[in-house]
Each structure stands twice: as structure tokens, then as C-alpha cells.
């Protein structure tokens, strides 16, 4: 398993695995299912200098597993960005999201040089809570109705991690 930056050739790819994974995406996440979607996407992702996208992909074959994107970048005296990630049907369960996030954080903290990421899930998403926390994420906040998903703004739960948390004494 491994990451990599978007690009535009995924788009096939990606957007298949987007369209089978519909539900177990819905009413959380609505990653793009055709290719004028996913152009423009992408283009954000890879164009911006306050996005980063990466696409987590299986060793063996390189599928794409999912995605974890870095949005909002800010330097200066923040150094900071919040991520946003789905796994694709065919790789939920298997870890995969785990292992690529862990990547993705050891990223940012090293040549992005980020001091901070910070996660917004809705409470009801156990499966991405359950990653947040099991990548060394502590719960910051709530915030209500704090971004407008699938027609309603939904409330959400602050999750961070800084620099310090992954390598203080004792951690990983």
C-alpha cells in the first residue's frame, strides 16, 4: 500500500470506484462519478497551493483504495490543513485508509512541514471517527452546523493532531 498524487489520468479509475462505492459513501461523502467531475476535481487538487491530494493505491496491483486530501493549507504562523479522505468499496475494512493516512500525516509533518491537520467528521460517521482516533487524533470540539452536506448543514466533530503528538516521548 502506498500514496501518490492525484493526476488526471485517474479519472477513469477513480470514477468507477466512486460510482460502485455510492453507498457506503452516502450521506457522508460525494466524491465525483464522471469525468468532467473528476477533471475539475482533480484540477483543483492538483493545481491550488492551499490543496494536496493523494490517492491511496494497493501495492500488488496499484489500485486505488481511496483518497486523502489535505484542503485549506495555510503557512506562516499556522501551518496547518484539514483533511478529507473515503475509502472505495472494494478496500473498506481492509486498513488500507489507515496505513495511507498515517502516510499521508508523516507528509505533511515532513516536507510539507505542517504543524497541524485537523479533521471534521459528522457524528454519525463511525467509520471515519474510528480512523481519526485510531491514527492518534484527539476530539477538539463540536461544531454545529458547520458544513452543508447532501442538501442540510450538518454538525460536526473537531478532531486534530499536531507535530508534538506524534513525536514527543513515547510516540510513534
Not at 468532467?36 to 482533480?42: E, L, M, R
Not at 497551493?49 to 501495492?59: D, R
Request: charged fraction near 20%; glycine fraction near 14%; aromatic fraction near 12%.
Amino acid at each position: 500500500m502506498g500514496i501518490r498524487p492525484f493526476t488526471y489520468e485517474d479519472g477513469a479509475e477513480f470514477t468507477s470506484r466512486a460510482r460502485e462505492s455510492k453507498d457506503l459513501h452516502h450521506p457522508w461523502l460525494f466524491p465525483p462519478t464522471t469525468a468532467q467531475a473528476y477533471t475539475a476535481y482533480a484540477g483543483r487538487l492538483i493545481e491550488d497551493p492551499s490543496k494536496a491530494g493523494f490517492l491511496v493505491c494497493e501495492k500488488d496491483d496499484g489500485a486505488i483504495g481511496g483518497f486523502i486530501n489535505i484542503n485549506n493549507i495555510v503557512e506562516g504562523g499556522f501551518q496547518s490543513g484539514a483533511l478529507g479522505y473515503g475509502a472505495f468499496a472494494h478496500a473498506a475494512g481492509r486498513g488500507l485508509m489507515r496505513e495511507g493516512l498515517d502516510l499521508v500525516v508523516g507528509y505533511a509533518f515532513g516536507p510539507m512541514r505542517l504543524h497541524r491537520l485537523e479533521i471534521n467528521v459528522q457524528p454519525g460517521n463511525a467509520a471515519s471517527i474510528a480512523l481519526a482516533r485510531g491514527c492518534g487524533f484527539r476530539l477538539e470540539g463540536f461544531s454545529p452546523k458547520m458544513l452543508f452536506v447532501d442538501g442540510a448543514w450538518r454538525d460536526h466533530e473537531r478532531w486534530a493532531i499536531t507535530t508534538e503528538m506524534i513525536t514527543g516521548p513515547g510516540r510513534r
